[in-house]
């Protein structure tokens, strides 16, 4: 409600936090121990709780439920004897309503979406009468409809108890106009304070956090941008290597501004991400930019001689070629993968290659006819030298 | 070209700028150079330039507020977009936001003089990333396209566009498809248009998450 401690307390038991709310309201308004409880759970309430990564849906669990419910009721019945007690004929219609409402209010539970029993052994020798009555008991659809009902019953009930001991209700008044006045006295006094303790706590979270996230950037920084720049220093007079550092330091820095993370070697990784890696390692050791566009992407399984091959000719290119940069494009469409591996560096003669060995035969045109592709190379001393490399989807395993 | 093309540069880091300015100036006539959006704008409408290359990211807009902007009231000042991002929105954004091309940062200079040259003439510049993004985002046909003519690629375009994102200057697409060089710019400007007319759902996200719509 104001700090999350409902729902915080309701991840710790697995409830709704609609029903641990509601205790609270209880609580409150029997005696001001709710209020208490509540902020006994807000000091005690481990930091960054709200928000936390949650699981998906409270479990929901019946039993779980009632167990919270005895304690709340039980509770109140301890309040009660103490003596701090504004009347039988206030609390408990106003106890009915408000889980009249949490019901009304509750999240559909995971089980309830849908209308299938499940498939419990004992449930399959209960004659079917009984099955839907199970069925509405264990959270159906028609175990929503049946919570609706109990929730309007459950408001009613409490407001028309509340109305038809009116009488009683008069006769409570000056009790009641008292005790008001004395909370709002209370609440004047103390109000401003609390309020203004209550902002300084919400500042002081607020700025932890933004401090954590300034001295994550700050490490972040230190241990790439300023080492390379170091580096960068150290190394003037090699701009091969200073414009190899800047790549390799752009190239992190741009995968960690986009993503929000450093780069990580990834065992599901897709095609195009396993690719761009591979062409930054190639770049990294060689000094050659390697610039990689890729149209779509799938899985990376059954497309490792693709890679493989791939990997061959980027380093035949950045080796060989003399060419200042190598492009690499990646399409992927329903039943093939498409990649090209160009240069612009002074190419050779495919044809004066001896087809029994080097590595182009091999490796690249051998593997991917292996793997059921194909592999075809054109170059010429103008153009430099183009690698296409074709491999068939066996099933579609493309991703969007 | 008779007259050396006359540019305006927008750029909020003065050392890209004062870097740019010395690269280009013996090639091109650099009028004048801004920092900020409202000053570019400003120097912009009273300079009319040719050619402005402006940077995507910038505080007050960016690019892409300078270029809406100055196409209010000049709408035949040209602009080419640089930046350092690639991310496909960016791109995407800045383009429809009136862009006639868009380069990164680490181009040469050779390469920018070149790009500058062809917007001025009224072409498009495509890097290959930019190829690549635009076949993506045209990649599926459109489910009941609102609009066939803007919302797809014709097969012509889509191979000018795989060559350019597979590393060919329009000289070699030309001569690899057999086609004249102003074809190849031809298919290029009409795909530029496509993308910045069309109301392909991806575009329109990507321009929506901007403020541009």
Redesign the interface.
Known sequence: MVAGVAVGLADALGLEPNVVRCGFVVLAIASGFGVILYGVGWALMPDGAQGAARPESPRGDAVATAAFGAVVLGGLLLVRAVGLWPGDVIVWPLAAALVGLALLAMRTTPSATTSELPDWPLLRRVPPDAADAIAVLVGTRRGALARIAAGVACVVFGLAAFVVSVDSWRALRGTLVATVAVVIGIALVVGPAVSRLVHALVAERRDRIRADERADVAAHLHDSVLQTLALVQRRADEPREVVRLARMQERELRAWLLSGEAPAANANASLGATLEELAASIEAENGVPVEVVRVRDCGIEGTEPLLAAAREAMLNAVRHSGAAAVSVYLEVEPEQVTIFVRDRGHGFDTEAVPADRGGISHSIVGRMTRAGGRASVRSAADTGTEVELVLPLAKAVESP | MTTAPRVFLVDDHQLFLAGVRSELGDVVDVVGAASDVDSAVEMIRERVPDVVLVDVHMPAGGGARVISEVAKTHPDVKFLALS?S??PEDVIATIRAGARGYVTK?IGPDELIDAITRVCEGDAVFS??L??FV??AF??VAPAAADPELDQLTPREREVL?LI????AYK?VARDLGISVKTVESHVSSVLRKLQLSSRHQLARWASDRRLI
Do not use: C, I, Q, W
Request: net charge negative; charged share 40%.
């Open positions: 350092v690639d991310a680490t290959p990333r190829a690549g076949l993506d990649a599926d795989r994102a597979r590393g060919y070699e």
